[in-house]
Structure formats: structure tokens, C-alpha cells
């Protein structure tokens, strides 16, 4: 089983990029899927995720109204689609799945699985 992240790069403040997080060895559709970000020195931020049961989603209030999770399960690849990019978006980018839930659930102690390499999103002006 493998995730790979991809479309991350370096773009300006006001910007929009599509990352994509696909998958092979599994079948997507099984999975609620996360993206997470994280900062060198800091902790994991949990980003958005995609369910599988239901099509529901949610975002992180730090991305609400900027960023859009989606999924395509036949071509097994989730992507989140960001505009209006900050500063503080800058971060590695990962997807993994949640291997506890099918609906997304948010809680402390989840068990993910299947993390990629990551995809670094730089902000700069």
C-alpha cells in the first residue's frame, strides 16, 4: 500500500494550488482519507478530510472557505484544492487514511496508516 503526495511547490501569498494524494494497493473508497500539514519543529495539524461512508467532509478552521477536499475513488487519488493561500500555509503536506472510521471523526488517538512522502507547499512573497 502506497500514498504518494503531489502538486505542492512555491507560489505567492493570494495564490492557488491543487495537491493530489493517490493511492494504490487499497481501495480508496474504503477509507476516510485526511490531509494534515506540519511545520519543521512543530506538531501535525490535522487538515481536512474526505468520509467514505457519507461524501462528508470538514476542514480545520485555519483553512474553512479556502481550501476544498474531494475525492475520485475510481482513479483512487484525493485532492484538496487551495486558494488564498497565507504565509502560514506553508508546510509539508501528507494525506493518510483513517483506519479506525469510514465517516470522518475527529479524536485524539486515531490510528492512521499508509502516510506518503509528503508534498512541501511554500508561501512567499
Known amino acids: 500500500v502506497q500514498f504518494v503526495e503531489s502538486g505542492g511547490g512555491l507560489v505567492r501569498p493570494g495564490d492557488s494550488l491543487r495537491l493530489s494524494c493517490a493511492a494504490s494497493?487499497?481501495?480508496?473508497?474504503?477509507?476516510?482519507i485526511k490531509w494534515f500539514r506540519q511545520v519543521p519543529g512543530k506538531g501535525r495539524e490535522e487538515v481536512s478530510c474526505?468520509?467514505?461512508?457519507?461524501?462528508?467532509?470538514y476542514y480545520a478552521e485555519f483553512v474553512e472557505g479556502r481550501f476544498t477536499i474531494s475525492r475520485d475513488n475510481a482513479k483512487s487519488t484525493v485532492y484538496l484544492q487551495m486558494s488564498s493561500l497565507k504565509s502560514e500555509d506553508t508546510a509539508v503536506y501528507y494525506c493518510?487514511?483513517?483506519?479506525?472510521?469510514?465517516?470522518?471523526?475527529?479524536?485524539?488517538?486515531?490510528?492512521?496508516?499508509?502516510w506518503g512522502q509528503g508534498t512541501q507547499v511554500t508561501v512567499s512573497s
Open positions: 474526505t468520509s467514505a461512508s457519507d461524501g462528508s467532509t
Open positions: 493518510a487514511a483513517d483506519l479506525e472510521h469510514r465517516r470522518c471523526t475527529r479524536m485524539p488517538g486515531i490510528t492512521y496508516g499508509y
Open positions: 494497493g487499497l481501495t480508496l473508497g474504503d477509507y476516510a
